[in-house]
């Protein structure tokens, strides 16, 4: 009915048609964002919660989360203030983005600041 309207240029009826159909498409992704989020204090708790379409991620990182076990501190001095030199420790690079980006860690000394 919305192509109908569409196709007789009365666009205001087309568009109200058109989000008319999709409205259980919508009730159906907010049920499942609220399924995926019940267990979260905020939705931005996880970085791939805060939409519908990311979902899936969000559920891959979920198992990570709940599979892992606490270790040690990773930074020995228990802060990202230390200056920067061959005792200043490791710093693991993440290798999975969203974007087609490249990824660097560097640390950054007062000075560059």
Sequence with gaps: MAKDFW????????YREAQRALRPARIMMRAQWEKAIKGLDS???SPYAVSFYTLPRHWEFMEQVNGATAS????TDGDFETVAGPDAGAVVK?????DEVELRAERASPRSL
């Design 7 to 14: 196709d007789n240029h009365q666009y205001g009826p087309a």
């Design 43 to 45: 939705p931005v708790a």
């Design 72 to 75: 040690a501190n990773m930074l």
């Design 94 to 98: 993440q290798e999975s983005t969203l």
